[in-house]
């Protein structure tokens, strides 16, 4: 069976963006205040509290461009906070809305065909792992079933190389 976990955008692109930096658009990150839920943050994989600041920004989870490298809107706590590290466990972000788009991506980035569904909750982990467990996808997005905004990501847990022993 295929051990999966979930995946936050890495630190290097939120602190990119915490010091200034510019979005996938070179634009800088809009400042907004939440209202509350509905403004999960791609870091630390939590929503972002009614009142508290967060960034606003064009986001890119691909290592290039190319016609399948989506690009949109999601948000970040405007100050930093810890990257989600609880991979095995459902993002509590995940828990705001009923389902999601879960879509599995080549290993050269591109959308394998046939594999984009909306998702249950419930349903997110089992529809990962039997994606995952189909050797033409390397990983897979969670993102929003209303608007397709980038969640988070699915990889595959890799299993530790053992070392020899002179036995």
Not at 15 to 23: F, P
Not at 142 to 166: M, Y
Request: aromatic share 8%; proline share 8%; glycine share 8%.
């Amino acid at each position: 069976m295929t051990a999966i976990r979930f995946v936050a955008m890495p630190t290097t692109d939120a602190e990119r963006l915490w010091n200034g930096g510019r979005d996938a658009y070179d634009r800088l990150p809009e400042t907004i205040v939440s209202d509350g839920p509905g403004h999960p943050c791609r870091h630390c994989l939590q929503n972002i509290d009614a009142g508290q600041e967060l960034l606003v920004f064009a986001y890119r989870p691909f290592p290039e461009l190319q016609p399948y490298a989506e690009t949109g809107p999601v948000f970040l706590h405007k100050q930093p906070c810890a990257r989600y590290a609880a991979e095995e466990i459902m993002p509590p972000m995940l828990t705001t809305s009923r389902d999601f788009i879960v879509r599995g991506y080549s290993e050269n980035d591109r959308i394998v065909y046939g594999t984009g569904a909306v998702t249950e909750i419930g349903d997110i982990p089992a529809y990962g792992k039997a994606l995952l467990g189909r050797s033409d996808i390397a990983y897979v997005h969670v993102r929003s079933a209303r608007n397709n905004c980038f969640q988070c990501r699915i990889d595959k847990v890799k299993a530790p190389v053992l070392a020899e022993t002179g036995a």
